[in-house]
């Protein structure tokens, strides 16, 4: 179907992306189309081999060793592109994002098709991200694109992306990687620039708001917070509590509570995996009116959970 231009489903190990052939136009400007994005929003193009990079972009001489470090992997990297690939692609940006994907099924469809595949998360543009095929399923509805079922995806957030398009490495997306990961390759600590300049992104995932339930959000900085928010509304009503970690027996929660927890320990990776398919879950209960959430640590993935939940809440 992708070799005849129609977008596919496609897991990854972060979350699912619909996949177009990167240089046909027509496709890519489909993946749009059926996400409703604008299109002042670049895709990620991906690739089996480190070798096809060279078609797409000026490579400079860091990103060898990063590729040996994290590819395949969730590392997206910004650089100079070439003028082969369409502007579509990077929204007439002179830089384009790659990435050298880790998930066996989606390796086996990029050796098959042969081509780069430009492949944004399989979702209405500014939802909550699919780890599973369901939830490109319950996203769409009968307009749902074609989808390989790989199952749960590994991280079940999107790939770190680091810039390399000019003289300092600059992180635009948290991720999977922290910036320590990063400095041990680099050895330096990254800039971070996570906010799109006056509403343009140079990368996905930057603008204020995001990776959004339909039921309104808050981030809290500690249960404490979450049970002061619940009591002080002034309309009492059914609301969805999101834990770092299984609360303690002895935590006592509003009535009309519904509390679930990301990690049974307060693992981050684990936590990462779960928040999406739990968002998703609270957004899907019609009694909960509103999404309470308690922050993670500010570290490592940590810091990345803090990042989607914060543009979700915004």
């Not at 489903?9 to 400007?29: I, N, Q, R, W």
């Not at 635009?172 to 992104?201: C, K």
């Not at 619940?230 to 303690?248: C, D, E, F, M």
Request: hydrophobic fraction near 35%; charge should be neutral; proline fraction near 10%.
């Amino acid at each position: 179907m992708i070799c005849d231009g129609t977008p596919v489903a496609l897991p990854t190990e972060t979350v699912y992306g619909l996949a177009a052939d990167a240089f046909c136009e027509k496709s890519v400007g489909s993946i749009f189309k059926i996400k409703g994005r604008p299109y002042n929003d670049p895709l990620i193009v991906h690739v089996a081999k480190f070798e096809q990079i060279e078609s797409l972009a000026f490579i400079p001489s860091v990103l060898a060793k990063l590729s040996e470090t994290f590819w395949p992997g969730p590392l997206t990297v910004v650089l100079r592109k070439k003028d082969s690939i369409p502007a579509v692609v990077t929204s007439g940006l002179p830089t384009v994002a790659v990435r050298i994907p880790a998930h066996p099924l989606f390796r086996e469809v990029l050796e098959k098709v042969g081509r780069p595949l430009a492949a944004p998360s399989a979702n209405p543009f500014g939802s909550v991200s699919p780890t599973r095929a369901e939830h490109i399923v319950s996203s769409f509805g009968e307009s749902s694109p074609y989808i390989l079922d790989g199952g749960s995806t590994e991280h079940g957030i999107e790939s770190t992306i680091l810039s390399l398009a000019e003289t300092i490495p600059v992180i635009l997306r948290l991720g999977p990687l922290s910036s320590d990961e990063l400095n041990s390759v680099l050895g330096r600590l990254p800039a971070e620039q996570l906010n799109a300049d006056n509403d343009i992104p140079k990368a996905p995932g930057s603008l204020p708001r995001h990776y959004s339930p339909n039921t309104s959000l808050q981030l809290h900085p500690s249960s404490a917070a979450i049970h002061r928010s619940i009591q002080n509304a002034s309309n009492p009503q059914t609301v969805g509590v999101i834990l770092l970690k299984r609360p303690s027996p002895n935590e006592k929660w509003p009535k009309k509570s519904k509390v679930q927890w990301l990690s049974e320990s307060g693992n981050l990776n684990e936590a990462a995996f779960n928040l999406y398919d739990t968002l998703r879950k609270m957004d899907s209960d019609p009694q909960i009116e509103q999404i309470h959430c308690h922050a993670a640590p500010d570290k490592g993935v940590g810091s990345a959970i803090n990042d989607k939940l914060s543009r979700a809440a915004h």
